[in-house]
């Protein structure tokens, strides 16, 4: 069945660029049933949707984030990114990439399947 | 932005309690919610879709009721595994939101 699993450098330093990968396997990045987002919790507190891609490359930001936050994809690794910017303290949080099923109702529909999640910390 | 109000934030309960978590959308979402369930050092994982569509796989001793703004998840007899914590979700319209979270513990 359909698996995502993210990775990333590990640790960031302040002003710094995130970078992460959620690759997919099991199944095709280039269905047209499905979108593809990043969500994140910081340490003891809730879940923030970051962006969301379509496999045609169109993207949806959080406006809290949109500024320092771009999501690309690469349909011929079956993956999509995440590139956050100017990193701070407080982007620190658990970063999870998650599959919207966009065929049971509105588009983009609920997070069906989601990776364990990478824990990403920014310090100095 | 839609803001998704949940209570409420912890609850206590027994097994077998039937427990309600209600969730409120600052405008009408029409049925475009969900709900999640997450353990400590897991991912959410989808319990409810489009307010009271149960996700394959997902005990039928959950529910979900509601449409417009207001939505309840409601567990009909509490099991040791349902300890966790609770998320409603919004999809209506972007950007899109969670509710802050419910807290289920034991008694």
């Known amino acids: 069945q359909l698996q995502l699993q993210e990775s990333g450098p590990g640790p960031v330093k302040p002003s710094e660029t995130l970078s992460l990968t959620c690759n997919v396997s099991g199944g095709s990045i280039s269905s047209s049933n499905y979108y593809w987002g990043w969500i994140r919790q910081p340490p003891g507190k809730g879940l923030e949707w970051i962006g969301t891609i379509y496999y045609s490359g169109s993207t949806y930001y959080n406006p809290s984030l949109k500024s320092r936050v771009t999501i690309s994809v690469d349909t011929s690794k079956n993956q999509f990114s995440l590139k956050l910017s100017s990193v701070t303290a407080a982007d620190t949080a658990v970063y999870y990439c998650?599959?919207?099923?966009?065929?049971?109702?509105?588009?983009?529909?609920?997070?069906?399947?989601w990776g364990q999640g990478t824990m990403v910390t920014v310090s100095s | 932005d839609i803001q998704m109000t949940q209570s409420p934030s912890t609850l206590s309960a027994s097994v077998g309690d039937r427990v309600t978590i209600t969730c409120r959308a600052s405008q009408s979402i029409s049925s475009w919610l969900a709900w999640y369930q997450q353990k400590p050092g897991k991912a959410p994982k989808l319990l409810i879709y489009k307010a009271s569509s149960l996700e394959s796989g997902v005990p039928s001793r959950f529910s979900g009721s509601g449409s417009g703004a207001e939505f309840t998840l409601t567990i009909s007899s509490l099991q040791p595994d349902d300890f966790a914590t609770y998320y409603c979700q919004q999809y209506n319209s972007w950007p899109l939101t969670f509710g802050g979270g419910t807290k289920v513990e034991i008694k």
């Open positions: 998650a599959r919207h099923d966009s065929v049971r109702g509105a588009t983009p529909g609920a997070f069906d399947i």
